[in-house]
């Protein structure tokens, strides 16, 4: 018989794993996967081996697994590793497949989101690292960035916003890993030729917000094209002195917001010119971000409305 003394609370249950109370009264109430003992018939004290089962449980709704599914596999082995377990929708399509990059199905999208989601809830790092690997490995950067990752960095954000700043650390969590995730797929740089102009790709100054940008350095590097990435708030000399120095082919603006959005230093950075005299040129301006939307363009910019189009634009 489980010694109750030894047990520990719902309430430290949930904090340990990262998830409610009301989440864990739930699985016991409809799936079954609550304490082997009650103190006084009435309070749940959860042993080792229930905290066992409920990590498992975790791991398994974590992957997209549908609850149901992961309380059956949670019961019959608390704590192992479950086998290949049949989910809705159709099998990812392999990365460079006709047709991979060209969305997911809804079911997998849900699937994706809810347990990079819940994983995040946890602090799960572990799992998220899984996660983004799987997920990258099987659809592809882009759709994984359009469709998975930056929907959920977005919800984070509001979620976070709307309840008073609370739980910041799983969005910084979150954020670090999706950016871990895209440094590693960027790897070594692999230029096309020894003689390529480079893409230059900063945060505007006071700009902190650098995934987007990680995510299309990421891109880039997967289509041979040389980068320099510098980062959050790069100041205007910098800039400037970076674009002088490097004569990249493109520089690429990020602005999250209209209050960060430097048109008068982009129209500098398109006016920079470089080059041998009679033979001088400038670099391509591309303003990527929601802060630069509703200005006119001026000559010798762009501004892409995707990752997609950001790559397909540089590429050419």
């Given amino acids: 018989m489980t010694d109750v003394s030894t047990g520990i609370t719902t309430g430290a249950v949930a904090r340990r794993l990262g998830v409610s109370p ?137 979620k976070w916003e709307s309840s008073g700043d609370r739980y910041v650390e799983v969005e910084h969590l979150l954020s670090w890993h999706i950016s871990t995730a895209l440094r590693r797929l960027a790897g070594p740089a692999r230029p096309r030729g020894a003689d390529s102009a480079p893409v230059l790709l900063a945060c505007v100054p006071a700009e902190q917000h650098t995934l987007a940008i990680e995510a299309l350095a990421a891109g880039l590097a997967e289509r041979g094209l040389p980068t320099r990435m510098f980062g959050a708030a790069v100041p205007a000399e910098a800039l400037d002195s970076a674009v002088r120095r490097l004569g990249p082919a493109a520089v690429v603006l990020w602005s999250q917001a209209r209050s960060t959005a430097g048109h008068a230093l982009a129209r500098h950075v398109a006016d920079i010119s470089f080059g041998v005299r009679g033979a001088r040129t400038h670099p391509l301006v591309l303003l990527a971000g929601p802060g630069w939307a509703g200005r006119a363009i001026a000559p010798g910019m762009l501004r892409p409305g995707s990752l997609r189009e950001a790559l397909d634009v540089l590429g050419r």
Avoid: K, N
């Fill in 22 to 158: 009301t989440t864990l009264r739930s699985w016991d109430q409809r799936y079954g996967i609550g304490p082997a003992a009650r103190e006084d018939g009435r309070h749940r004290r959860w042993s080792p081996a229930d905290v066992a089962m409920l990590e498992a449980m975790c791991r398994l709704t974590a992957s997209g697994v549908p609850p149901a599914e992961a309380a059956r596999v949670a019961r019959a082995g608390a704590g192992q590793q479950p086998g290949p377990v049949a989910v809705d929708g159709p099998a990812p399509t392999p990365a460079g497949a006709p047709g991979s990059g060209d969305g997911m199905p809804r079911a997998e999208i849900r699937q994706a989101f809810r347990g990079l989601a819940r994983a995040a809830v946890r602090l799960d790092g572990p799992a998220m690292d899984t996660l983004l690997r799987d997920l990258m490995a099987a659809h592809g950067l882009v759709t994984s960035w359009e469709e998975v990752m930056a929907p959920a960095l977005h919800a984070v954000g509001r």
